[in-house]
T-cell receptor
C-alpha cells in the first residue's frame, strides 16, 4: 500500500524567509510519480510539479525548488524568499505506475502562513 | 484552454434529498477522477474512469453514492439520499497519461452542505 506523510501540520514564517516543506512516501513499486499541489484560501487545487521515480534530478522553478531523494524516500519542497501569496496548504501526493494504479494518494497537507 | 469545469460550485440541501454533481473534464484527457475533501479524512479518492469506464470505485462510501460517465465530456456524481456526513468539498480532476504526463488537473470543487 502507498502512503504519503507530511509531518509538518502548520508552518509560519516571516516574509522573505526561506521555508522547506517535508514529504516522505512509501510505495512497493519501483516506478512511481510524486507531485506537489497548492491549495490557496480560495480552495482550488493547483498542480505545481511532477517527478518520476527514475529521475532524481532536483528541479528549480523561480523561487520554488524540489529535492527528490530515493534513498530517504523524500520529496521536499523549498520556497526561497517567501511572499504573502505563498500562504496556502501544500499537498504532496503519490501515484504508482501501471493500469489500475492511477489514483493520487495525498498527504495530510502543510498549512503555510507567510507573515508580512 | 478551459480547465476542468464543475457545477454547481455550492450546494445546500436537506437530508434525504438527491444531489447531483457535474464535471466536464479537459478536452482530450482520458482519465477522470472524483475526490472528496473533509477536515477529518483529508483528500480521498471516490472513483475514477478511464475512457469512460469505471476502473476503481473502492472509495465510494456506500450504495447511496453513484457515478457515471456517459461520454468523454461529462461525468456525474450522485448522492441519494444525502446525509449530513456527506458535507464536504467534492473535486473532479482529469489527466492524460500519454507521453509521460501523469499530473491530474482539478476543477474548482463543489462545496456540499447537507442540513
Amino acid at each position: 500500500a502507498q502512503k504519503v506523510t507530511q509531518a509538518q501540520t502548520e508552518i509560519s514564517v516571516v516574509e522573505k524567509e526561506d521555508v522547506t516543506l517535508d514529504c516522505v512516501y512509501e510505495t512497493r513499486d519501483t516506478t512511481y510519480y510524486l507531485f506537489w499541489y497548492k491549495q490557496p484560501p480560495s480552495g482550488e487545487l493547483v498542480f505545481l510539479i511532477r517527478r518520476n521515480s527514475f529521475d532524481e534530478q532536483n528541479e528549480i522553478s523561480g523561487r520554488y525548488s524540489w529535492n527528490f531523494q530515493k534513498s530517504t524516500s523524500s520529496f521536499n519542497f523549498t520556497i526561497t524568499a517567501s511572499q504573502v501569496v505563498d500562504s496556502a496548504v501544500y499537498f504532496c501526493a503519490l501515484s504508482e505506475a501501471g493500469f489500475g494504479n492511477e489514483k493520487l494518494t495525498f498527504g495530510t497537507g502543510t498549512r503555510l502562513t507567510i507573515i508580512p | 484552454d478551459a480547465g476542468v469545469i464543475q457545477s454547481p460550485r455550492h450546494e445546500v440541501t436537506e437530508m434525504g434529498q438527491e444531489v447531483t454533481l457535474r464535471c466536464k473534464p479537459i478536452s482530450g484527457h482520458d482519465y477522470l477522477f472524483w475526490y472528496r475533501q473533509t477536515m477529518m479524512r483529508g483528500l480521498e479518492l471516490l472513483i475514477y474512469f478511464n475512457n469512460n469506464v469505471p476502473i476503481d470505485d473502492s472509495g465510494m462510501p456506500e450504495d447511496r453514492f453513484s457515478a457515471k460517465m456517459p461520454n468523454a465530456s461529462f461525468s456525474t456524481l450522485k448522492i441519494q439520499p444525502s446525509e449530513p456526513r456527506d458535507s464536504a468539498v467534492y473535486f473532479c480532476a482529469s489527466s492524460f497519461r500519454g507521453a509521460g504526463t501523469y499530473e491530474q488537473y482539478f476543477g474548482p470543487g463543489t462545496r456540499l452542505t447537507v442540513t
